[in-house]
């Protein structure tokens, strides 16, 4: 199964690139997905990352995930076909 059709929740996330610097690097636990979020656990915190201004690994998996491109609701992505790069 791929990357992009697997559930994150529970799995580890870490940020590539983003059109906010301060979020290059971030990385963390996800908790929550939304259409258009996902929230990571670092330490103590949650933090909410747009998907549409990131991109980012989940666990070790090397493909890179663009946010932008799976803004959809995470039930609705498991389910979808998405163009290989």
Same mark, same amino acid.
């Given at each position: %199964? #791929?990357?992009? &059709?697997? /559930?994150?929740?529970?799995?580890? @996330? *870490? =940020?590539?690139? $983003?059109?906010? $610097? $301060? @979020?290059? &690097? +971030?990385?963390?636990? =996800?908790?929550?997905?939304?259409? &258009? *979020? @996902? !929230?990571? +656990?670092?330490?103590? +915190? *949650?933090?909410? @990352? &747009?998907? !549409?201004?990131?991109?980012?690994?989940?666990? #070790?998996?090397?493909?890179?995930?663009?946010? !932008? %491109?799976?803004?959809?609701?995470?039930?609705?992505?498991?389910?979808? /076909?998405?163009?290989? !790069?």
């Amino acid at each position: %199964m #791929d990357i992009y &059709n697997q /559930t994150w929740i529970g799995r580890e @996330l *870490t =940020v590539l690139t $983003s059109t906010d $610097s $301060s @979020l290059v &690097n +971030r990385q963390g636990c =996800v908790v929550d997905e939304t259409r &258009n *979020t @996902l !929230a990571i +656990r670092e330490g103590d +915190r *949650t933090v909410t @990352l &747009n998907k !549409a201004s990131i991109t980012f690994t989940v666990g #070790d998996h090397p493909v890179v995930i663009e946010g !932008a %491109m799976v803004g959809h609701r995470p039930e609705d992505r498991i389910h979808r /076909t998405y163009r290989k !790069a």
